[in-house]
């Protein structure tokens, strides 16, 4: 069992930018596939981007490459995502999310573990 808590969530002015952070207690956390998934308002939750256990190697849905950049602190037990240049249509509650296959690549995936969101605003 592995427990995620996000934080680094806020408002903010289209063109900015937050860091989104996620602590994981439990677990060995090196050994996790992990990612950041969205749902904003009225839509259903979506992949963002991932991060293998291995390599590590780095996964992004179209909408946001080259603007966010997933990475993780294995010693600290820690994912980030550092979120530039962002859109109103960035807005949604992002999560957490580890898993036990290698690396979470898509919408599709299917973590065993969520955490339980914080809201990113982004307003133009």
């Known amino acids: 069992q592995v427990n995620l808590i996000e934080s680094g969530g806020g408002s903010v002015q289209a063109g900015g930018s937050l860091r989104l952070s996620c602590e994981a207690s439990?677990?060995?956390?090196?050994?996790?596939?992990m990612g950041w998934f969205r749902q904003a308002p009225g839509k259903e939750r979506e992949f963002v981007a991932g991060?293998?256990?291995?390599?590590?190697?780095?996964y992004y849905t179209d909408s946001v490459k080259g603007r966010f950049t997933i990475s993780r602190d294995n010693a600290k037990k820690t994912l980030y995502l550092q979120m530039n240049s962002l859109k109103p249509e960035d807005t949604a509650v992002y999560y957490c999310?580890?898993?036990?296959?290698?690396?979470?690549?898509?919408?599709?995936?299917?973590?065993?573990?969520w955490g339980q969101g914080t809201r990113v605003t982004v307003s133009s």
């Open positions: 999310a580890a898993s036990f296959v290698e690396a979470l690549t898509g919408t599709s995936s299917s973590p065993e573990f």
């Open positions: 439990g677990g060995t956390f090196s050994n996790y596939g």
């Open positions: 991060i293998s256990w291995i390599g590590p190697s780095t």
